[in-house]
């Protein structure tokens, strides 16, 4: 079977759970963090809603100011943040304050610092502005943002600027998209749930937990962590218990999350599911390294995605695949400088991702090797390294990709 490239797997991903996912209508404040927009945003108002001052100083009309660059004015009343503006009458200035409204008028500040006095309780000031151009210290109205303009975009994930923004622009409610819930479970007749007795030949269940938490990062909330074996028919039994448990709550499930089962052995409890009414799964090869075998389809319309058995396979399929369909803010990627001991083969046919170490020096250093089971490097990791198809070999001094976890 031909092996399909990454990306257009995680196309495959975020098609599927393209529209799954409810709206609501939610006040704008602190606790919309990272939740996405289910709509764009358009700016209320302008911004600055009218044109204020940039500097303490005084308020005036830049065609009474002499040639000389010195100017005796009578001072008026001053305008404080907040207070309405009024008039400046030609042939006068009034104190102002950063932020305040520029009285009618006016057209530039003179920062008390250009001034004889440097003081604002004064009948009348001499100003001696540096340059008397018309618009000096004055942020003109709709200078930030102009009313009408899309200031954020469907799909965008609410960061603090952009909370602080879209508010600074009038808007108090959104819509954004509820969480999606999310169903994880890890399948095996060896999983063995964390503080049980390990039998023999069994592992702990390192999967579900680490599955979810990444998902939980990535803006879901997952609903259950579930374990199940190899027996035929007990993987869509339980599944189907849950979706029934959660509809009648009235808090459906969105999506499946599966590890393991995916693989070309004998007991495989996802491939096995796939034979069942009401399961449609396809099992494309992706090329990748690690987490090549995936599962892709739907249990009775609901969207399901199966990721690889082995822990670093999976968490890897949650980061590359999962988290750009679920809205989460992509990773930060820079370029670094690879520094090894010794040159390391990488499969040229795969684009291949291995853990590592992001230094202060912005150096890049692996973390353990690229098998799928070393759950402790990437434990240890803060950075991915991404190896594109075609490169055989890594070598010191090779500038790469470097995606940063932390």
């Not at 892709?296 to 988290?323: C, H, K, M, Y």
């Amino acid at each position: 079977m031909a092996r399909i490239p990454c990306d257009e797997h995680r196309d495959d991903v975020t098609a599927l759970l393209a529209g799954r996912f409810r709206e609501q209508l939610r006040d704008l404040d602190h606790t919309l963090r990272g939740r996405v927009l289910a709509q764009d945003a358009r700016a209320r108002i302008n911004v600055p809603a009218w044109s204020n001052a940039q500097m303490d100083g005084f308020a005036v009309r830049t065609a009474d100011l002499s040639a000389t660059g010195r100017t005796r004015l009578p001072v008026g009343d001053p305008i404080p943040a907040g207070a309405a503006p009024g008039e400046l009458p030609g042939g006068s200035a009034r104190p102002i304050m950063t932020g305040a409204p520029l009285p009618h008028g006016a057209d530039a500040v003179v920062p008390i610092e250009e001034t004889a006095e440097r003081s604002f309780d004064l009948a009348a000031v001499t100003v001696e502005p540096t340059d008397a151009s018309p618009g000096r210290f004055v942020r003109a109205t709709g200078s930030d943002t102009s009313a009408g303009d899309v200031i954020a975009r469907l799909g965008d994930v609410l960061t603090p600027a952009r909370i602080g923004h879209m508010i600074s622009c009038g808007i108090a409610q959104v819509a954004v998209r509820e969480r999606p819930r999310v169903l994880v479970i890890s399948t095996g007749s060896e999983i063995t749930a964390p503080g049980q007795p390990l039998p023999d030949g069994g592992v702990y269940d390192a999967n579900g937990p680490a599955v979810a938490g990444a998902l939980e990062d990535a803006g879901a909330d997952v609903v259950d962590v579930l374990r199940v074996g190899d027996a035929p028919g007990a993987l869509s039994a339980a599944i189907r218990a849950a979706l029934r448990t959660a509809t009648q709550r009235r808090e459906p499930i969105d999506l499946v999350v599966s590890s393991g089962g995916v693989s070309a052995g004998a007991y495989e409890p996802v491939r096995q599911a796939a034979a069942q009414d009401g399961v449609q799964l396809v099992f494309p090869k992706v090329a990748i390294q690690p987490g090549g075998p995936q599962g892709i389809g739907t249990i009775d319309g609901v969207a399901w995605v199966a990721l690889p058995g082995n822990p670093v396979s999976a968490l890897l399929s949650v980061e590359l695949f999962l988290r750009p369909a679920l809205g989460a803010a992509p990773r930060l990627t820079v370029r670094a400088p690879l520094r090894l001991e010794a040159d390391e083969p990488s499969p040229g046919h795969l684009e291949q991702y291995r853990r590592a170490w992001l230094l202060p020096s912005g150096e890049a250093r692996l973390a353990g090797g690229p098998s799928s089971h070393l759950l402790g490097a990437l434990a240890q990791a803060n950075a991915l390294v991404r190896i594109p198809v075609g490169v055989e070999r890594l070598c010191d001094g090779d500038t790469v990709d470097v995606i940063l976890l932390q």
